[in-house]
């Protein structure tokens, strides 16, 4: 794969916030004195800036955004009308930080994720590579449960056919155009680290240690993470659907089988006892066309909020330059 060097470039690191008001603060220091040193450094240029998006929270998280972009030059908000999870706000964010970038950033508010590694990032833009996606190389300090069930998700995917960074969530920089050829994926069910593989470009890996969030509680419960799971699958692969025509077709085939020789020693004259097999195959046979029925009415569901093309969020105010618009 052929890569070219680049000049510094605008930069831009969207930072999507849900109530967040307890990390908000340390969250702008961080990153601003990184995107201070980057440009010191002439790694990125003066005009480049923090773009912070208020996915509806309800607590003070606008009000911090706000103080800080009236403060700072290099600081900029978003505000959404509306709570509309985390894959949307980042969208969102990415939306907006597409007018005016080179380069962009997408990092979690609780710096979970080493802001040390943007610096690696954009030098690996400036040698030429478009996606550089942050691979978290030790996940020690989250919980046993988030790792396992994450482990459990990547190998799924995997096993399902869909190419995803393992070890890798929303933690990336894209280059103009791979922003823009992400853009271009029109889709409501929205799941963006599935979309970034398949953009293609030339890609690296950035490793890090994930550490702890620095203060607040997740804003992902397992509920979320199960929407994030099923969304992720949904939107990617339609493999559970030829799962359930596999397995349809094996319990057929099973079934011809069964009936076979049930017939063969009805010919050689016993009688079939056992009531409770016959009740339990019944009820097992109706769980699984529930089931079956179940994921393909997923699907529907999908398609149908597909086709009707609502808007994914809305954004409610804008923070540029000190002033709300
Ligand atoms: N987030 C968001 N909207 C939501 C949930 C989360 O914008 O509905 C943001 C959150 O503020 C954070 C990022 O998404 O910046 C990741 O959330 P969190 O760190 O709580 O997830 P975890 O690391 O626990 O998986
Ligand atoms: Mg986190």
Known sequence: MSVMSRPAPRLVIVVP???????????LTELRNSIKEMVQDNLIKKDSFLLFVDDGSCDQTWRCIREACAEGECIQGVKLSRNEGHQAALLAGLHVAGQHS?????????LQDDVQAIRRMVKAYCAGYDVVYGVRDSRQTDTWFKRTTAEGFYHLMALMGVKQKFNHADYRLLSSRALKALLNYNERNIYIRGLIPLIGFPSLEVRYDRGVRIAGESKYPLRKMLALALEGITSMTVAPLRLIASLGFLICILSLLAILYILLIKITGHTIAGWSSVVLSIFFMGGVQMLSLGIIGEYIGKIYLETKHRPRFHIESVMENGAEK
């Open 17 to 27: 916030c849900y109530n967040e008001e307890e990390v908000f603060s340390s969250c």
């Open 102 to 110: 080179d380069a962009v950033v997408s990092i979690d508010a609780d």
